[in-house]
Each structure stands twice: as C-alpha cells, then as structure tokens.
C-alpha cells in the first residue's frame, strides 16, 4: 500500500477501519437481505426487549454506521483529510456504544469482543498516528 508518506500508524488504522467495514457490510446486508436473522445465526426471539419486530433496522444501522461510515473515513485517511483521526476515533465510540447495547438486549456472539478490540485499535492507532515522527520517508 502506497502510504502517500503517511504514518505507518495512518495505514493500520486504515486496515483496522477496512476490515470492519467489510464485516458490518457483510453482516448488515445479510440482515437487509433475512431480517428475520436466520442467515446469521440470530433469533427475532432476541429482540424481544427492543422496538424492533426484525432485524431490518439493526440491519441497515449496521451496513449504514460501521459498514459506509468507516469505508469514508479509511478514504479521507488515505487522501489526508485532517478530520480522519478524530472520525475513526468516533467510528470507536460508536462501536463501544453498538456492543453495550447488544450486550443490555442479551446478544452472546464472539463478535462483541471483536468489536471492542478493533475499537481499542481504532483509538490507539488515531493516537499513535499522531505522533511525531511516525511518518514514512518517501524514496527518492
């Protein structure tokens, strides 16, 4: 990957923002596409406790938030745009704030501690990214 003599930092956050976003696209379309959850292992039993009758809206806020959100974010990080790092840093909030409320209805999936390591990621590399220092030479 041509870092643009970007951070080594900068291009793992990148990584760390396209891997979940291909998995929230993967997950959410799957949703959009069987609300009723089956395809992913899920049960509407579980939404029993939410305003939710499906997993349509949980679906597209999945594809919509963690799947096309952090896929613009990668790519403003990629081009250079300063408002990169504090986004990804919000794409973590907003993971964390996705999990404890998977976590308040009863979902018991892996994935919750997947989400929370590349949350930790996500703040650490925004920190790290910052760093002076931390760029990449370009060859002459």
């Known amino acids: 990957m041509d870092l643009r003599g970007r951070s080594i930092g900068?291009?793992?956050?990148?990584?760390?923002?396209?891997?979940?976003?291909?998995?929230?696209?993967?997950?959410?379309?799957?949703?959009?596409?069987?609300?009723?959850?089956?395809?992913v292992g899920l049960s509407v039993g579980t939404l029993s406790g939410t305003p939710f009758r499906s997993f349509l809206v949980?679906?597209?806020?999945?594809?919509?938030?963690?799947?096309?959100?952090?896929?613009?974010?990668?790519?403003?990080?990629?081009?250079?745009?300063r408002w990169g790092r504090p986004a990804a840093v919000t794409v973590a909030v907003a993971l964390v704030g996705w999990v404890a409320v998977e976590v308040a209805v009863g979902f018991d999936r892996p994935?919750?501690?997947?989400?929370?390591?590349?949350?930790?990621?996500?703040?650490?590399?925004s920190v790290y990214a910052r760093r002076p220092g931390t760029r990449v030479e370009r060859p002459e």
């Open 10 to 39: 900068v291009g793992l956050l990148i990584v760390a923002l396209g891997q979940l976003s291909v998995r929230a696209v993967l997950g959410g379309s799957a949703l959009l596409l069987d609300p009723s959850g089956s395809v």
């Open 58 to 81: 949980p679906g597209a806020l999945l594809l919509v938030v963690f799947g096309l959100v952090p896929a613009a974010v990668a790519a403003a990080l990629y081009e250079g745009q």
């Open 111 to 125: 994935t919750a501690y997947l989400n929370l390591a590349t949350a930790a990621a996500l703040v650490a590399l």
